[in-house]
Every structure is written in C-alpha cells, then in structure tokens.
C-alpha cells in the first residue's frame, strides 16, 4: 500500500496544479470583468444612445411641422418639395419607432448560474462527499464555462440592440438630408418664380365690348316726318280760289 500510494503522489506532482489554479483565477477575473461590462457598461451606453436618438426624432418632427406650418404656401407649390417633405417626416416617425423598439434587450440579459448562486456551493458540498481531489479547481472551471456562456448570450444582446440602433442613425441622417432636398427645391422654385416675368391677361370689360358692338345715336329728338294724305300743290291766293270757265271784272273795268 505504502508503493501504491508513493506512486500516486509521485503522479501528482508531475502536474503543476498550483500553476493550473492561478491560470484559472486569471481567466475568472478576465470573464468576469467582461460579464459586467456586457451587463452593465454596454447596457447603460446603448440605453442613454437610444434615448438621445429619441429626443432628435421628436425635434425633428417638431421642426418640420414648424416649417410645414409656416412655410405651406412655398412647399406645397413644388412636387418634389411635397414628396421631399413627406419622406422626412416619414423617416424621422420609423427612426422613432426603431428606437423605441430597440431600448428593451430582446433577448434579454443572461445571469450566470442557471437558477441561482447556490448551485456552486451544492456542486462544492457534493464534491467534497464524494472525496474528489482539487475541488476548488473543478468549482473554478464549473464558474468560468457559466460565465463564458452568459457572456456569449449577453454579447448577441448588445449586438442586436447595436444593429437597430445603428439603422436608427442611418433613418435620422436620412430624414435630415431629405429636409434639406425640400428646402432647397422650394427656395430654387421661389426664386424662379420671382425672376420670370409675369404676363397679365387684361380680360375685356363687358361694358367696353357692349359699346363697341352698339351704334352710337345722336342726342337729339327724332322728328315726326311726312304726314300722311298730304297734297304736294301750293296756292298763292291765300282766300279766293280762281274758277275754272268764269271771268271777274273788276270795277275799273265797268
């Protein structure tokens, strides 16, 4: 039995199990920083950027329904001014929403033992019943694979949660630029409009046209003409009248 166990610790010491141990805490340490950088940092950053992109979409829209009110007359008389306008708003309401969507993990947040931290004790407890060698390696190595996994699953989060974010920037710089697009078309149109010369139609006036159209008529009474049955013969004896066949002596005459 002495040989038998002599041979065993012989075996023992060719691993460095002590210098095992210190690697294993290494690499706790490391896991476990990154688990709450994953956890907390990234989280809280990602959050305050969400919220950020949240106020930027709400002025922009407050912005242009600003402009929009004040400015109808200049933007509506251009089509593409219209289409311009429409997109911005459009774009700035679905970064709104992508950012809302996006606060809240989706997936969610993984802690690292499956139900709780006394998994790790009873996992201890049950090693040291059953007279297993290095416990606080194996209880190491058990703590390291549960962060390991919780920090994968935590990264995929942030990741998803960056990707919307991102589109979010993309869909605001968007919105931006089409505001832009629709102020200038309008201001392009309003100066041309101002710099061509505008041609009146004089339409004419009813009044002229129907004094043009009517004969003009002196402004004296109309006189009442030849009376009718009238004879055209004129005497010169103003009472006696010659008969025809008779002779009138006078008295120098007798």
């Not at 289409?83 to 947040?109: M, Q, T």
């Not at 949660?161 to 629709?182: D, E």
């Not at 200038?184 to 505008?198: R, Y």
Request: net charge negative; glycine share 4%; charged share 20%.
């Amino acid at each position: 039995m002495d040989l038998k166990h002599h041979a065993e610790k012989m075996a023992d010491n060719i691993y460095n199990y002590a210098e095992y141990e210190k690697s294993l805490e290494r690499l706790l340490a490391i896991s476990e920083k990154d688990y709450w950088t994953q956890y907390v940092d990234i989280n809280r950053h990602q959050v305050n950027v969400a919220k950020t992109y949240l106020w930027v979409s709400v002025a922009l829209l407050g912005t242009y329904f600003t402009i929009l009110g004040q400015y109808n007359n200049y933007i509506t008389t251009v089509a593409c001014s219209i289409l311009f306008s429409v997109l911005g708003v459009v774009s700035a309401i679905l970064a709104f929403g992508i950012c809302l969507y996006a606060i809240p993990a989706r997936n969610g947040y993984k802690a690292i033992p499956d139900q709780s931290w006394g998994e790790f004790s009873l996992l201890s407890n049950k090693l040291l019943k059953n007279k297993e060698e290095n416990i606080y390696i194996k209880v190491l190595t058990n703590l390291i694979n549960k962060i390991d996994k919780a920090n994968h699953h935590n990264l995929n989060t942030n990741k998803k949660r960056a990707l919307l974010l991102r589109k979010t920037s993309w869909v605001l710089i968007a919105s931006f630029v089409f505001s832009l697009l629709a102020g200038i078309t309008s201001t392009i149109s309003t100066t041309i409009n101002t710099t061509s010369p505008i041609k009146e139609t004089v339409m004419p006036d009813n009044n002229d046209t129907e004094s043009q159209n009517t004969e003009t008529i002196p402004d004296v009474p109309t006189p009442e003409g030849p009376i009718s049955g009238g004879s055209s013969d004129v005497s010169t004896h103003s009472q006696d009248t010659t008969l025809s066949g008779s002779i009138r002596l006078t008295e120098s005459e007798e």
